[in-house]
């Protein structure tokens, strides 16, 4: 019996086993012009196998890319396109740097740390204050989405210059925006809508005693 764990390794199983078999047939062509003429064919049925590369731009490089991958880089043909290298694929790419500083108010995040940062860089003016007055109310949203309660502005002024390292103060002509924010406006939308369901139901409950007494009485007077 030939079982699959007994054969060589499928490099890109999803080109099956016989195209893979076919590019290693290719290899040992000693004529060129008919190896690059065999590799071409077989170009043609990996298109059909995996045709969801037909979506890629430039799909046809992907082929010619695979072959290479496929034979172990070790195929001397004539491609359309630059011949890429086992090192190329195996090599590793370069680290992200990641932030280390711990966050000073984790409800925030670090990204408005780092804006507050930015602003507090900028020179006085116009534009400092416009950028710290949508910083502010961006602010109160996110403090609002876990607190789940209403704050007043003056917490949100204190915190930004806080994690500003005191190098913001709010201007006194700020004010942050009175609109309710979406996630209550939703919430209060819900339990409106729950109000009104539940308004609806006494209504029918009560509806149904009436019904019930009016049906006894005349019971009554008929007997």
Known sequence: MDYNTQRSKLIMPEYGRHVQKMINYVKNIE??????????????????????????????????????????????????????????????????????????????????????????????????????????????????????????EETIFKDIYKLSGGRIVVPDDIHLDTTVPREQSTHREVNGYRDQVGAGHRDQNAFRERSKFKSKNIKNKRK
Not at 83 to 100: G, Q
Not at 109 to 133: F, S, Y
Request: charged share 25%; aromatic share 8%; no cysteine.
């Open 31 to 152: 004529d060129r012009e008919k190896r690059n003429e065999q590799i071409r064919a077989v170009l043609t049925t990996m298109g059909v196998l995996n045709p969801s590369l037909r979506d890629i731009n430039d799909f046809k490089h992907k082929l010619w890319d695979h072959v290479q991958i496929i034979s172990d880089f070790d195929i001397d043909i004539d491609s359309p396109y630059p011949i890429p290298t086992k090192d190329t694929f195996s090599t590793k790419p370069n680290p992200i740097p990641l932030e280390t500083n711990p966050l000073k108010a984790a409800h925030y995040g670090r990204n408005i740390q780092n804006m507050l940062d930015m602003v507090a860089d900028k020179p006085e003016g116009e534009t400092k204050t416009n950028m710290i007055r949508i910083l502010a109310n961006y602010m109160r949203q996110q403090y609002l989405i876990w607190n789940k309660e209403s704050v007043i």
